[in-house]
């Protein structure tokens, strides 16, 4: 049994055995419930065209009109550029920034790695050098890509602009909105394991790590690596031997950071609710929106199902998020064991809603592009927009330093001691496992369809 047939949790730190698994199967902690593999069946071809399709689609949706606005015969055009433009010619660099890094490069970024990466191992062959960093920079990118974001920005964009003007669809944003499913298929499709397998192991670690000595799991590629095997460069850093990535067994000062994050993102949390994010400049008179006020704007039309949807996304859940950070902080701090598996699970909420906070940012950027029009009608990006894009960067950074292996390390010490006292007897506390002996990893069968 090789390294890679063991998994050290990435959630609650257990090392396990993988299971084989039938196509479609996937393999779960036993521990804390989260996936740990998932057999994706001809994982690389269906990628590969995926990403091909991607790249196509891309292209057009970065070249052709994404949206025109017409008013009272006068019409201006945009591409999914011109927010960006418009909203670094406004002085509202840092969200310009932001949008062009969310919504244009690492959509194109993904794509391009994700080429890079599976054309190699599709053509047979060397790989080139350099190879698994490619990958890593992939992985890292995946959360920074809003596109299924950015399309509900423009919903709401459309519905606001409805009584102002008349909103014609460019065939760019067809391509967006293919684009966007594509991407999500490419990855769904991708089994990260198809790449990590062709990359080369040292000899001494295709050999079954001995349970008893600490080992160090890597995040990016998952390889287990005995401590002692594992490489040091110049700056003394520990480094994955087959991905290059830094190995700790925590992230390093974890709480501190997580801390340090949600406070400024609380104290931002307030700006971002109080000040405009954006006035409206209609026939001569101007008139200035606050996040709750679009929500109000949105009622008031009757568009409560794009109401609901900006006020959870912009008001409700970057606070749930902050509440949620706080409580697993302190949780941590003070080594509760109440529902260590619940505790997890509230952390992988806060990791994949804080996105979709972003939908006002972008509201503010389409509608910056579209009404152009001088007196006649304009609208510019306020400071509300500024803070409210760093509370939600910073709400995501803050879930990103955490690390919810430290809600299981009060258990750990737990089962050391228990180890200590009672050695040889059965110390079966919330796994079932036995201190020292690798478990099995949790196997879950394909379900009907997807097999
Ligand atoms: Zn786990
Ligand atoms: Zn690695």
Redesign the pocket.
Known sequence: MPSDALTL??????L?RNPPLPPGGSAQ??????R?HKHRPDSLNRTLALALAGIVLFAIANSFPFLSFQMQGQTTQTTLFTGVQDLTEQGKGEVAAVVFFTSILAPGLQLALLLAVLLPLRLGGRLPPGYPTLFRWFKTLVPWGMMDVFMIGILVSVVKLTDMATIVPGPALFSFVVLIFVLAAAQAALDPDIVWARVPLPPALRRRPDPSQPVLGCDVCELVVPVQQASRDRRGHVRCPRCNDRLHRRKPRSLQRTWALVIAALVLYIPANLYPVMSVTSLGRTQSDTIFSGVVFLLNHDMWPLAAIVFVASIFVPLLKLLILMFLLVSVQTGSRWRPRDR?RLYRITEAIGRWSMVDIYVVTILVALVRLGNLASIQAEAGAVFFCAVVILTMLAAMTFDPRLI?DALERDRERDRGRDRGRETARDTGVRPGVVADAGRIEPTGASA
Request: glycine share 6%; with cysteine; net charge negative.
């Open positions: 949790c990435h959630e609650c730190d257990l396990q902690c036993v521990r804390c419930g989260c740990l997890t299981w």
